[in-house]
Nanobody
Framework: QVQLVESGGGLVQAGGSLRLSCAAS????????MAWFRQAAGKEREFVSR????????SYTAPVKGRFTIFRDNAKNMVYLQMNSLKPEDTAVYYC???????????WGQGTQVTVSS
């Protein structure tokens, strides 16, 4: 099992930036990839971005392409989501996830709130 703890959320004005961090601990050697998801109030959780743990291509959902960047620091067992040009529609609870196989997410963090004011 991998334990994940997110941080870095907060309140920001539209057009601003935030960097989310996700600290992984436990069986990190089992991780295949990590991802960020988000869930807005009254909506289902949606995929935002993913990154392979040992190299490979990152991917993003269309609404955040060109504005968000996912990157990792394997030495520190950290994954980050740099969010620029934030929009009110980016307001959500953001969750970090880790998976041991392609397409599966075995571990989840507790979430961090991001609120973008207009």
């Amino acid at each position: 099992q991998v334990q994940l703890v997110e941080s870095g959320g907060g309140l920001v004005q539209a057009g601003g930036s935030l960097r989310l961090s996700c600290a992984a601990s436990g069986r990190t050697f089992d991780m295949y990839s990590m991802a960020w998801f988000r869930q807005a109030a009254g909506k289902e959780r949606e995929f935002v971005s993913r990154i392979p743990w040992t190299g490979g291509i990152t991917s993003y959902t269309a609404p955040v392409k060109g504005r968000f960047t996912i990157f990792r620091d394997n030495a520190k067992n950290m994954v980050y989501l740099q969010m620029n040009s934030l929009k009110p529609e980016d307001t959500a609870v953001y969750y970090c996830a880790a998976g041991s196989r392609p397409g599966t997410w075995d571990s989840w963090g507790q979430g961090t709130q991001v609120t973008v004011s207009s």
